[in-house]
C-alpha cells in the first residue's frame, strides 16, 4: 500500500460536520475514523512508524481525543501515558501552562511528577489548527526539562500554520494528511 493510499482510506474515515460548534467552523469529527478497526489501527501505525524501536519513555496526550490516540501510541512503543489536561481535572499537584484563545486564555496542566528531566516525550493529538493548544503542552512539557521527540497528530489545517509555533519550540511536527481551510 502506497502512503497516499493511506491518506485516502484516512481522508474517507472523518466525517466533516459544518457550523459546529459555531458557524462558520468545519468539525472534523475523527469519531467515524476511531469507529473503523482498520482505519484506527492504520492512523495509529501510521503515527508511530517514524520511532518503533525507539526509547521513548512517555507519550503525552491532549484532552480528550489526544488520550484516544495517545494511549494507542503508548501501548504501541512500549511507553507511558501522560494526560494534559484542561484546568482542575487531575486530582494530584499539578504544573499549568495559560494559552491565548480567540477571546480569552485557557490553561492545561499535568501531574507534577509525571515527567523526569531527559524523558524522551511524544505529544499526541488528533488536530492542529492554530498551534495554540499543542504549544502550550510542549512548553510545559519542556519546563519539566522532557526531550519532546516529535508532536504528533492525524490532521493539519495548514490555513492555520500552528505547525510553525510548535517548530518554533524546536519540536519535529508529523501529521498524517490535510484539510484545506479552517
Ligand atoms: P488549536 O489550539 O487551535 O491548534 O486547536 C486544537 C484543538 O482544538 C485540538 O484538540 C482539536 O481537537 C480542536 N480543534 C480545533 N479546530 C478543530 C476542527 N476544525 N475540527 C475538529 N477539532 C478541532
Redesign the pocket.
Known sequence: MTETSIQDELLAAIRTIPDYPKEG????DITTLLGNARAFRRAVDALVQPWAGSKIEQVAG?EA??FILGGAVAHQLSAGFVPIRKKGKLPFETVQMTYSLEYGTDEIEMHKDAIRPGDKVIVV??????????EAACKLLQEQGAEIVAACFIID?PA?N?RSKIEALDVPVRTLLEFPG?
Open positions: 467552523i468545519l468539525f472534523r491532549i481525543r489526544g493529538d488528533d488536530l492542529i489548527a492554530t498551534g495554540g493548544t499543542a489545517l492555520l500552528g479552517h
